[in-house]
């Protein structure tokens, strides 16, 4: 099992930026993928980008939403992934949750992460 913290939410004004991180601890080597999800008020869960873990690569997928604005990145030395979010838009606000899951490609099925963190809340105005 591996846990997740994640950090760096908060305001910002539309077309501002926001960095996350997610802080991985326990059998962080036996993950394969890291995964950041989004969840609005009245809405599913849902895909925002993903990168393999070690053995993995880096390959990286986004949501079509986020491409050209959002960034996921990580740094094995510190078991930590980012999320570097530009260009930011009312839509964009929601409760971001980091997550691992032992698949070997950077999914954005949600049923292939297995630990999740306890989420940050994002909040952009207009």
């Known amino acids: 099992q591996v846990q997740l913290e994640e950090r760096g939410g908060g305001l910002v004004q539309a077309g501002g930026s926001l960095r996350l991180s997610c802080a991985a601890s326990?059998?962080?080597?036996?993950?394969?993928?890291m995964g950041w999800f989004r969840q609005a008020p009245g809405k599913e869960r849902e895909f925002v980008a993903a990168?393999?873990?070690?053995?993995?690569?880096?390959?990286?997928n986004y949501a079509n939403s986020v491409k050209g604005r959002f960034t996921i990145s990580r740094d094995n030395t510190k078991n930590a992934v980012y999320l570097q979010m530009n260009s930011l838009k009312p839509e964009d606000t929601a409760v971001y949750y980091c997550?691992?899951?032992?698949?070997?490609?950077?999914?954005?099925?949600?049923?292939?992460?297995?630990?999740w963190g306890q989420g940050t809340q994002v909040t952009v105005s207009s």
């Open positions: 326990g059998r962080t080597s036996s993950y394969y993928t």
């Open positions: 990168i393999t873990w070690s053995g993995g690569g880096g390959n990286t």
């Open positions: 997550a691992a899951g032992l698949y070997s490609g950077a999914t954005s099925n949600d049923r292939n992460y297995g630990s």
